[in-house]
């Protein structure tokens, strides 16, 4: 899975020995992304066959088929909703690149507008709002922001959505709330959190059965990844703890936006517009569902999807409108496997698990180990722990230090020559 969460290694907090939180921002497009490749694996002259969409066009779906149509006639036709909905695959550039067009498009259409962003949590609004003000650098912006802490996906890829509001003083806002409370609800569940810990979110819509076949298939995957040899059920608890922390999610993202709609007497208010995970929107679901239960009717969901994608990961109700994403014309180098999930809490990072057989577990690491330091350099931070895994070449080594049960540990990490 992707950055920020990934099958390799996972950029987001997970709980230590009970449930790892999985945090449905990046899941739920990552699995879309999964999908999509085991399609691709099955041959690329078979997937071209079942290919649904013509590279950089508009579809929508009317009698099951999709339809072509032009940018300007769906955002035209969009840009009267009080709320859109854009989603992403959070470390695909194109998916970021697509976004700015988008909201160039409808800002030009409809200039009094608001932006949410699913990677703030609201405690960090008046850091948007300074940023927004222009009163902030962009390292002053993203230090206040606690980005590493709280989204760890390379900056460079949200810096032109954030620089286009800040440009055109558009408002941004924090969709999210605190990590410590997700983890803390996939811990224990949402009734046992108390009422002042909610961060004033309210109780959620059920989701739809739809939606929870759909978390439990990320659940599976995750408890499969990290090793679970009793296969996961719908019925166990900590399935269930899940997905309340999904749900609150998704309510308080949902709860942000609606709170924002202020129809004026002269017409409709601001337009606003969230940037989320498509796992949040897909078919309804997620964030759409909880404003629906909020009372908002008028919603538009916008996906981008590869051109590549197989008609039957696509239908009637995935979304408003898709775009079809082009194909790079060469594929990515696929990043070193290491296979380890991680936690970062007050500056320090911590091995959440190791997955069976994989390089890290070969190379020693184990549970709980926490990364003292990175080829030397002390203290490194996730996001720098990350790149280096990323960016280390075939053949080469990588050693840390680490500590376990008090004990300093020196561990070389082979990453092994290219195949």
């Given at each position: 899975?992707?950055?920020?969460?990934?099958?390799?290694?996972?950029?987001?907090?997970?709980?230590?020995?009970?449930?790892?939180?999985?945090?449905?921002?990046?899941?739920?497009?990552?699995?879309?992304?999964?999908?999509?490749?085991?399609?691709?694996?099955?041959?690329?002259?078979?997937?071209?066959?079942?290919?649904?969409?013509?590279?950089?066009?508009?579809?929508?779906?009317?009698?099951?088929?999709?339809?072509?149509?032009?940018?300007?006639?769906?955002?035209?036709?969009?840009?009267?909703?009080?709320?859109?909905?854009?989603?992403?695959?959070?470390?695909?550039?194109?998916?970021?690149?697509?976004?700015?067009?988008?909201?160039?498009?409808?800002?030009?259409?409809?200039?009094?507008?608001?932006?949410?962003?699913?990677?703030?949590?609201?405690?960090?609004?008046?850091?948007?709002?300074?940023?927004?003000?222009?009163?902030?650098?962009?390292?002053?912006?993203?230090?206040?922001?606690?980005?590493?802490?709280?989204?760890?996906?390379?900056?460079?890829?949200?810096?032109?959505?954030?620089?286009?509001?800040?440009?055109?003083r558009i408002p941004m806002l924090a969709l999210n709330i605190d990590q410590k409370l997700t983890r803390k609800?996939?811990?224990?569940?949402?009734?046992?959190?108390?009422?002042?810990?909610?961060?004033?979110?309210?109780?959620?819509?059920?989701?739809?059965?739809?939606?929870?076949?759909?978390?439990?298939?990320?659940?599976?995957?995750?408890?499969?990844?990290?090793?679970?040899?009793?296969?996961?059920?719908?019925?166990?608890?900590?399935?269930?703890?899940?997905?309340?922390?999904?749900?609150?999610?998704?309510?308080?993202?949902?709860?942000?936006?609606?709170?924002?709609?202020?129809?004026?007497?002269?017409?409709?208010?601001?337009?606003?517009?969230?940037?989320?995970?498509?796992?949040?929107?897909?078919?309804?679901?997620?964030?759409?569902?909880?404003?629906?239960d909020l009372g908002v009717r008028s919603i538009g969901t916008l996906l981008p999807m590869a051109a590549s994608?197989?008609?039957?990961?696509?239908?009637?109700?995935?979304?408003?409108?898709?775009?079809?994403?082009?194909?790079?014309?060469?594929?990515?180098?696929?990043?070193?496997?290491?296979?380890?999930?991680?936690?970062?809490?007050?500056?320090?990072?911590?091995?959440?698990?190791?997955?069976?057989?994989?390089?890290?577990?070969?190379?020693?690491?184990?549970?709980?180990?926490?990364?003292l330091a990175l080829a030397g350099e002390p203290q490194p931070s996730l996001t720098s722990l990350l790149t280096?895994?990323?960016?280390?070449?075939?053949?080469?080594?990588?050693?840390?230090?680490?500590?376990?049960?008090?004990?300093?540990?020196?561990?070389?990490?082979?990453?092994?020559?290219?195949?």
């Amino acid at each position: 899975m992707t950055p920020p969460s990934s099958p390799r290694f996972s950029a987001r907090p997970f709980p230590g020995a009970k449930f790892a939180l999985l945090l449905l921002a990046a899941l739920g497009s990552t699995l879309l992304a999964a999908q999509g490749a085991e399609n691709s694996a099955a041959g690329s002259a078979k997937t071209a066959a079942k290919a649904c969409l013509a590279p950089a066009s508009w579809v929508v779906f009317e009698d099951q088929q999709p339809r072509t149509v032009s940018k300007p006639q769906i955002l035209a036709e969009l840009v009267g909703r009080e709320v859109l909905l854009l989603g992403e695959q959070h470390d695909d550039a194109d998916h970021h690149q697509w976004q700015l067009q988008v909201l160039s498009g409808l800002h030009a259409l409809r200039p009094e507008m608001l932006i949410g962003f699913e990677m703030f949590p609201r405690r960090l609004q008046p850091v948007l709002d300074r940023w927004v003000a222009g009163k902030l650098s962009v390292n002053e912006f993203l230090a206040e922001a606690e980005w590493e802490k709280v989204w760890n996906v390379p900056p460079e890829l949200y810096l032109p959505l954030f620089e286009f509001a800040r440009l055109n003083r558009i408002p941004m806002l924090a969709l999210n709330i605190d990590q410590k409370l997700t983890r803390k609800i996939a811990d224990k569940g949402w009734e046992a959190i108390p009422l002042r810990e909610r961060e004033g979110v309210g109780q959620a819509a059920a989701p739809s059965e739809a939606y929870r076949e759909f978390l439990f298939e990320i659940y599976r995957q995750h408890a499969t990844m990290r090793g679970k040899t009793k296969r996961a059920k719908p019925g166990d608890p900590a399935f269930a703890r899940f997905v309340d922390s999904q749900l609150a999610w998704d309510r308080a993202m949902a709860e942000a936006l609606a709170s924002q709609i202020r129809p004026t007497a002269s017409g409709a208010g601001p337009l606003i517009v969230g940037i989320m995970g498509s796992g949040h929107l897909r078919f309804g679901h997620g964030v759409p569902h909880q404003l629906r239960d909020l009372g908002v009717r008028s919603i538009g969901t916008l996906l981008p999807m590869a051109a590549s994608s197989p008609c039957d990961a696509l239908g009637p109700g995935l979304a408003d409108t898709v775009f079809a994403v082009p194909t790079p014309p060469l594929a990515p180098v696929e990043p070193p496997r290491l296979g380890v999930a991680l936690e970062s809490e007050d500056g320090r990072i911590r091995i959440a698990s190791v997955s069976k057989g994989s390089l890290a577990e070969k190379s020693g690491l184990q549970d709980g180990d926490q990364v003292l330091a990175l080829a030397g350099e002390p203290q490194p931070s996730l996001t720098s722990l990350l790149t280096s895994i990323r960016q280390q070449p075939p053949g080469t080594w990588l050693p840390l230090q680490i500590e376990r049960a008090g004990e300093k540990i020196e561990i070389v990490v082979k990453f092994p020559a290219k195949q």
